[in-house]
């Protein structure tokens, strides 16, 4: 079990990507795939994340410094992504090993034709929110009336606007949508151009405060009750089929190392000092990390143990992001979801 930490949350910086090596030998998609500690051997094994290194991936890094993915015989290489879409395409298509990517991006490639599933999906509590200065004075969804919020279209928190606004009693209209990719949303946000944005609250979060010196107050979409799982664990379903003990060390790695950077906080965010150009601040790293920490726990059963997941959340993902169009229509669960790898053998 994880033990919450309070926080407010954080960003992903934006920038050009190359691989980030953790250890002497890169790792080529399934290269010896099937060797494990057990056997006294190693596996060179890629992992490409959803975006640029930034503080919700400390527990990889610090997992890779405490020797935890080499107790399991995994001699793990870091990628940078480019979007959850890309990673998970990059996964199907055995570019990379594993993938660490948004769930609505996953069940959309699924549906897609893209052969992959996941093995575990950590953040649980969906990140998404409007995001506005605390000066502004909005305090409460009511308060985006007349107001102007910058958005992405398609991407999962946009595409499920519409729903944070109904269950909070606010119509469409009521707020008027900028559209803007990721870095656009937050100089506009900064320079004024609108009130506020829409995203991921444990990641812009913080570098828009730290760049503007000025606090920023979250509405999440979980506290009018809309949750969908965000980021986890993907695995090609070649790799699953041909090398499942190495997407379970994988799987049980992931989650120690999850939970070691939970116990350590600030050991994990050490262990991402130097390993990108990219990367944001220390604080600003301590302040995703901490976000991210307040999105392990279930909405249905609390705190578990990190990448456990339940049937109930998953059937809950699979309706909303159906409704909200992200998906053709509700499949059952092990369409995008495979529960074999379940850390510590939970259901």
């Known amino acids: 079990m994880f033990k919450k930490k309070s926080t407010r949350m954080a960003l992903a910086a934006a920038a050009t990507g190359a691989a980030l090596l953790l250890s002497a030998c890169s790792g080529g998609a399934g290269n010896d795939a099937g060797a494990t ?44 992504g480019q979007g959850s879409t890309k990673t998970t395409q990059a996964a199907g298509q055995g570019q990379v090993d594993f993938g660490w990517a948004d769930t609505p991006a996953v069940l959309s490639n699924i549906d897609k034709g893209v052969k992959v599933h996941s093995v575990g999906v950590f953040l649980q509590t969906t990140p998404s929110a409007v995001q506005i200065f605390t000066d502004s004075g909005i305090t409460k969804p009511e308060d985006l009336k007349g107001t102007t919020i910058a958005v992405s279209a398609g991407d999962a928190p946009t595409t499920t ?106 050991g994990a965010v050490a262990a991402m000092d130097g390993k990108d150009p990219q990367m944001p601040d220390a604080d600003v790293l301590a302040e995703q990390w901490a976000g991210t920490i307040e999105l392990l726990q279930s909405p249905t059963d609390g705190e578990v143990t990190p990448g456990v ?39």
Do not use: C
């Open 309 to 347: 997941n339940s049937t109930t959340d998953w059937e809950n993902t699979i309706s909303v992001l159906a409704e909200a169009g992200l998906i053709d229509e509700a499949k059952p669960v092990d369409t995008y979801f495979n529960a074999d790898f379940q850390p510590g053998g939970a259901e």
């Open 37 to 80: 500690a057990a056997d006294g051997e190693m596996t060179d094994v890629t992992l490409m994340l959803n975006w640029y290194p930034y503080g919700e991936h400390a527990a990889f890094y610090y997992g890779v410094d405490q020797g935890i993915f080499e107790e399991h015989g995994i001699n793990l290489t870091i990628e940078a």
């Open 161 to 266: 606007f519409p729903m944070y606004l109904e269950a909070a009693g606010l119509q469409e209209s009521d707020v008027t949508q900028q559209n803007l990719d990721a870095a656009g949303k937050m100089a506009a946000m900064i320079n004024g151009q609108v009130d506020g944005l829409i995203g991921f609250a444990h990641d812009q979060g913080p570098t828009i405060a730290a760049e503007s010196g000025k606090d920023v107050t979250y509405l999440r979409y979980s506290d009018v009750g809309l949750n969908f799982y965000s980021n986890g664990l993907i695995a090609s379903d070649s790799m699953i089929s041909d090398n499942p003990e190495l997407v379970s060390a994988m799987v049980a790695a992931t989650s120690e190392s999850f939970q070691a950077a939970i116990d350590d906080p600030e």
